[in-house]
């Protein structure tokens, strides 16, 4: 399943404001190595698309998203249109493991309540180095007992290129 992905020249990370919380300064310097790695430039993605958006109440939604050879999810930011939100899993499928033990609560992952996808990030408290092949599976599920908009966006570190023996 496809979902958006948006131009990573058209949102730079200088005017997002990271809401800190339960992580601190050293997850956002961590980032920002990754960041400003010669070979890297910032990359959002976000899930579901538009005509997606609306989840069933507790409904769940699974796609993925492909980051490449060498990505690394430095972030996540969201929004849930009713309060009671959303619980959200990623799953990197080169190891098959889930990135969280257990799905995380969208308070916990999105800075809401206040603020949308575009204005707070909570960072990871390291960045996450997709493994090969670079696919994350993304399991979002509804906590209201209404449809609601939902809207996450992984804020990333994509490769320009991938370097060769010879050079």
């Known amino acids: ?69 060498r990505g690394y999810i430095l972030g996540i930011s969201g929004y849930a249109s009713n309060a009671s939100g959303f619980k959200l899993q990623l799953k990197d499928l080169g190891t098959g493991r889930p990135l969280f033990q257990q799905p995380l609560n969208f308070a916990n992952c999105t800075a809401q309540p206040s603020g949308t996808p575009e204005t707070r990030v909570h960072y990871l408290p390291r960045p996450h180095l997709v493994k090969d092949p670079g696919v994350i599976e993304i399991a979002i599920t509804s906590l209201a007992t209404a449809a609601q908009d939902i809207e996450i966006v992984l804020h990333t570190a994509q490769e320009l290129y991938s370097p060769t023996e010879e050079e």
């Open 1 to 69: 399943m496809q979902i958006n992905i948006y131009d990573p020249f058209a949102v730079e990370y200088g005017h997002i404001s990271p809401k800190l919380g339960n992580y601190h300064g050293k997850a956002i310097e961590a980032a920002a190595l990754i960041r400003g790695a010669a070979n890297y430039i910032p990359f959002l993605i976000g899930a579901p698309k538009t005509n997606q958006q609306s989840i069933a109440a507790r409904g769940t939604w699974r796609g993925t998203a492909a980051l490449g050879q």
